[in-house]
């Protein structure tokens, strides 16, 4: 099992910078695999923001690559998302994820979600 907590939410204008970080605990984080953010928008669909594997590169949605990065840190199982230029397209409650692997078994893990406003 894996347990989640994330925090950084909050508003923040056009063109502002913001981070978020999520911290995952329990038995099961010796086979994390894969630890990224999903954000979903009132009205639409969860959908991909960042995630980075153990070892490859991180992958972005076209969105917002060369805005967002995404760090994680496997000796304290915490990823981060710095967020910069924010739009108000941004405007979502971002959800951290993460992928836990068992011989062929995939299961997913997800955090409560945070709010994240970009308004002037």
């Known amino acids: 099992q894996v347990q989640l907590v994330e925090s950084g939410g909050g508003l923040v204008q056009p063109g502002g910078s913001l981070t978020l970080s999520c911290a995952a605990s329990?038995?099961?984080?010796?086979?994390?695999?894969?630890m990224g953010w999903y954000r979903q928008a009132p009205g639409k669909q969860r959908e991909l923001v960042a995630e980075k594997p153990q070892i490859a590169r991180p992958k972005y949605a076209d969105s917002v690559k060369d805005r967002f990065t995404i760090s994680k840190d496997n000796t304290k199982n915490l990823v981060t998302l710095h967020m910069n230029n924010r739009k108000p397209e941004d405007t979502a409650g971002y959800y951290c994820?993460?992928?836990?692997?068992?011989?062929?078994?995939?299961?997913?893990?997800w955090g409560q979600g945070t709010q994240v406003t970009v308004s002037s």
């Open positions: 329990g038995n099961g984080v010796r086979n994390i695999y894969i």
């Open positions: 994820k993460v992928g836990v692997r068992v011989l062929e078994e995939d299961d997913d893990y």
